[in-house]
T-cell receptor, first 110, second 115 residues
Framework: EAAVTQSPRSKVAVTGGKVTLSCHQTNNHDYMYWYRQDTGHGLRLIHYSYVADSTEKGDIPDGYKASRPSQENFSLILELASLSQTAVYFC?????????FGPGTRLLVL | AQSVTQPDARVTVSEGASLQLRCKYSYSATPYLFWYVQYPRQGLQLLLKYYSGDPVVQGVNSFEAEFSKSNSSFHLQKASVHWSDSAVYFCALSIGASSGQKLVFGQGTILKVYL
């Protein structure tokens, strides 16, 4: 089974500050994804990548950047964190047709 | 537009009872459908998936789901639930290659199993 890890597991950030969430996968999957989960809602796609050094916008990319420096690593960057970005963020990687998720990062923006 | 709807935000059942969690989808192409489970403070874990063939698919931990094209549904079922099945369950639809094979999720159903 795919191994997807995320760091940090939780973070408190200040409004206007920069936040970087990291994701690492060890199974050589081409596709990686970043989703956010808000209380009482399903996951929504922010960015994804199918190859190193390339990222694509998902459904809700505004306020987020992504970086894929290598096949194993995929970062989500909040340049100017806002209160509305308080959520749980999940990274996933995909093999063939199934996505495998990391444990999530709980972000609180104050 | 493609969408997934889980009409029941919360379901409560007693241990040993049967369970059905409902999922309806909207998608013009052949759907690839998934059920994921999320235990408290954990990531999503795959329960089962459907692509084609037998409309009843078996998953982990005795869960199964039935696909119905005529009803645009993919309901999750279990004959006898255990208290450890308490979790949030998500139905998801995989969108095609042009969209990066992304998943569109339903809102989730919180399952509480009481003793």
């Amino acid at each position: 089974e795919a191994a997807v890890t995320q760091s940090p597991r939780s973070k408190v950030a200040v409004t206007g500050g920069k936040v970087t969430l990291s994701c690492h996968q060890t199974n050589n999957h081409d596709y990686m994804y970043w989703y956010r989960q808000d209380t009482g809602h399903g996951l929504r796609l922010i960015h994804y990548s199918y190859v190193a050094d390339s990222t694509e916008k998902g459904d809700i990319p505004d306020g987020y950047k992504a970086s894929r420096p290598s096949q194993e690593n995929f970062s989500l960057i909040l340049e100017l964190a806002s209160l509305s970005q308080t959520a749980v963020y999940f990274c996933a990687s995909r093999t063939q047709d199934t996505q495998y998720f990391g444990p999530g990062t709980r972000l609180l923006v104050l | 537009a493609q969408s997934v709807t889980q009409p029941d935000a919360r379901v409560t059942v007693s241990e040993g009872a049967s369970l059905q969690l409902r999922c309806k989808y909207s998608y013009s192409a052949t759907p690839y459908l998934f059920w994921y489970v999320q235990y408290p403070r954990q990531g999503l874990q795959l329960l089962l998936k459907y692509y084609s063939g037998d409309p009843v698919v078996q998953g982990v931990n005795s869960f199964e789901a039935e696909f119905s094209k005529s009803n645009s549904s993919f309901h999750l079922q279990k004959a006898s639930v255990h208290w450890s099945d308490s979790a949030v369950y998500f139905c998801a639809l995989s969108i095609g290659a042009s969209s990066g094979q992304k998943l569109v999720f339903g809102q989730g159903t919180i399952l509480k199993v009481y003793l």
